[in-house]
């Protein structure tokens, strides 16, 4: 059983950086199997895939949310990060960290979640 | 990119089967093997139900099923319980955008 532990403010005002990290129980953060990624349920809607980061470093992004994003990933700590810049009311929504199996597009382990909300 | 349609609610009584669908195009649905189905509980991580189209991870009841004709995926969920009610999202691997997902479908048990 992987566990995958989220951690960041819950509360981000407008025109500012969200910043969460994610942080994996065992050591496929640094397997080439496995695709690191962020995930976001805004309230009401459908899920929005946001962007992964591999092993190596090597990132794709939602084209949509591109300008604004930057991820890191620290095998060292077993941890990876998300920073999303300029948010708006717009970006409110649960924020989740997953594993992806690189061979199936599968989400086969979530973070428990964060609520982000942009708020003055 | 759009996200893969699905109907926003479905509904069944205990004991039947329900079907969900999930369209896309052949960019992404019809052109891959690699459809997964989540179950999400209010207030809980998604959890894979399906993945690879049809296959189910270990641990998960045989009542959920999975199939796939053309750019439409389908998930069935046979003999209906009360635990079964939930959200439930498609996903696919996408040539022009890597994953989309469906918009969610609301299963209510009557």
């Known amino acids: 059983q992987v566990l995958l532990q989220q951690s960041g403010p819950g509360l981000v005002r407008p025109s500012q950086t969200l910043s969460l990290t994610c942080s994996v129980s065992?050591?496929?953060?640094?397997?080439?199997?496995?695709?690191w990624s962020w995930i976001r349920h805004h309230p009401g809607k459908g899920l929005e895939w946001i962007g992964y980061i591999y092993y190596s470093g090597s990132t794709q992004y939602n084209a949509s949310l591109k300008s604004r994003l930057a991820m890191a990933i620290d095998t060292s700590k077993s941890q990876f990060s998300l920073k999303l810049s300029s948010v708006t009311a717009a970006d409110t929504a649960v924020y989740y960290c997953?594993?992806?199996?690189?061979?199936?597009?599968?989400?086969?382990?979530w973070g428990q979640g964060t609520l982000v909300t942009v708020s003055s | 990119q759009s996200a893969l349609t699905q109907p926003a609610s479905v509904s069944g009584s205990p004991g039947q089967s329900i079907t969900i669908s999930c369209t896309g195009t052949s960019s992404d649905v019809g052109g891959y093997n690699y459809v997964s189905w989540y179950q999400q509980h209010p207030g809980k991580a998604p959890k894979v139900m399906i993945y690879d189209v049809s296959n189910r991870p270990s641990g998960v009841s045989n009542r959920f099923s999975g199939s796939r004709s053309g750019n439409t995926a389908t998930l069935t969920i046979s003999g209906l319980q009360a635990e079964d009610e939930a959200d439930y999202y498609c996903?696919?691997?996408?040539?022009?955008?890597?994953?989309?997902f469906g918009g969610g479908t609301k299963v209510t048990v009557l």
């Open positions: 065992d050591g496929s953060i640094s397997s080439g199997a496995y695709y």
């Open positions: 997953a594993r992806e199996d690189g061979s199936r597009t599968t989400f086969d382990y």
């Open positions: 996903s696919s691997y996408s040539r022009t955008s890597h994953v989309l």
